[in-house]
């Protein structure tokens, strides 16, 4: 998840390139129309923003659901060593995600900053 992110994050890691790129220069002023150009790149922000939460979340959700199973099953299964490290390497990964989560807000606070 987190290379699927980093990758999804490309926008936000050249917010000041995209903006540069995207405001013209007085040469280019009449040739492109700087409002609807802003307004594209605010849109696919907002949708890269929405959709790396959305992965995220569902990560979250899903891994929570398996920490929850392997937690009923330690119970009944309480010496099964190799119940407890699955439990452990899951909730890990769900701390990583929950994180991850974290990550995703400064990111986005920068690249709105930015903009």
């Not at 926008?11 to 405001?23: G, K, P, Q, S, Y």
């Not at 907002?46 to 659901?65: G, L, P, V």
């Not at 490290?85 to 991850?100: A, H, I, N, P």
């Amino acid at each position: 998840i987190q290379e699927l992110l980093r990758v999804m994050r490309t926008i936000d890691d050249r917010i000041v390139h995209e903006l540069n790129t995207t405001i013209p220069t007085a040469s280019f002023v009449g040739k492109v129309d700087p409002g609807q150009t802003c307004k594209e790149l605010y849109k696919s922000l907002m949708d890269a923003h929405t959709k790396r939460e959305r992965i995220i979340k569902n990560c979250i959700s899903q891994t929570s659901a398996v920490v929850k199973t392997l937690k009923e099953e330690r119970e009944k299964a309480n010496e099964d060593v190799a119940l407890l490290k699955q439990l452990r390497k899951e909730q890990t990964k769900l701390k990583l995600m929950q994180s991850e989560l974290n990550v995703e807000e400064v990111v986005n606070d920068r690249s709105w900053k930015v903009l």
